[in-house]
């Protein structure tokens, strides 16, 4: 994945580097081969204008979680505690159910996706959310700057080597960062303890690790759940092809100023729907998303070069999960048509 374009749909849409749409789903399969097989038939055997990067399947699970199967690709082992997560010296219990489901679904995807999947994604937490979410002697890692500055490399090398191997079965692959506790880290990460809380990070340092991140050389989706505006000048031109941004985001003023700016910068987004996910949802979507396009005065040729639909983050059912990626298909198609 070397560059935008290198993971559009279309022919017409490798032009622009559009991916289109993806979904943020999380399914409760229980089998790697079905949730691999489920994603096939919510994206690639469908017909669209604008096929989505597969995502990787992600499930429900403690040892499935988003941050366990993250920090498994790190390579760095972890063991569970009554708050959560903490890092072990060595490789605990739960450090190797989550190596396992991992190499269950590395080879389901081997087997089901190889001459298939053109384009995948790859999900994983965020250094700030994995900072904030882990502890290290009692205390967020994020607290520890050696061990958080270690944990961000690691993650960085880990994903970097779980993208190659995608590269190595023919696809290309886009990384979607999931960091949906940057807002607390920005604002001041509550401790186990009043005595332990840690301090609010400086924006330009957040942006910095994040600028360190992308250096693993594969195009990049940044979701905060909710774009924290002290970053909103420092995102456009960090590097990440998409920053999600949730419609609701939208409904005021300041959220309409904030994402135009970032648009009006040169920074693409990803248009997070909310409401019902149905299949018949989706012109209602276009709508909305060209509707306030056309508040921001921005040429309307541009939109589908700028703007991808995403299906937001949730457990579904292989059913919800699929009436919600129908959702997203639709409207991006309405909107590249457009």
Known sequence: MAG??????????????????????????TSAAEACLAALRRTVDVDEDAPAPVSIPRVTGLTRSSEACTMAIAQVPIRTNPRGWELSAHPSLDSRRTAGWLRELTDSVEELWTGKVSHMMLHVTGPWSLGAALEYRGHAVMADR????????QLGEGVREFAAWGQRIGAEVVVAVHEPRVAEVLAGLRGATDFHSVPPVDRDIVAGVWRRFLEVGFPAVLDCGWVPPELADALPGMGFHRVAVPSAQLADTAGKDLVGGLLGAGQGIGWVFEGDATSRAGETIAGDVLRQWRQWSLPEDELPGMVDVVVPEGVRTAAAASEAAAAARIAAEKLWRN
């Open 4 to 29: 935008a374009a290198g993971f559009a749909g279309a022919a017409g849409a490798a032009e622009h580097g559009v991916v289109g749409w993806w979904e943020n789903t999380i399914t409760n399969h």
């Open 146 to 153: 050696p061990a958080f500055r270690d944990i961000a490399l």
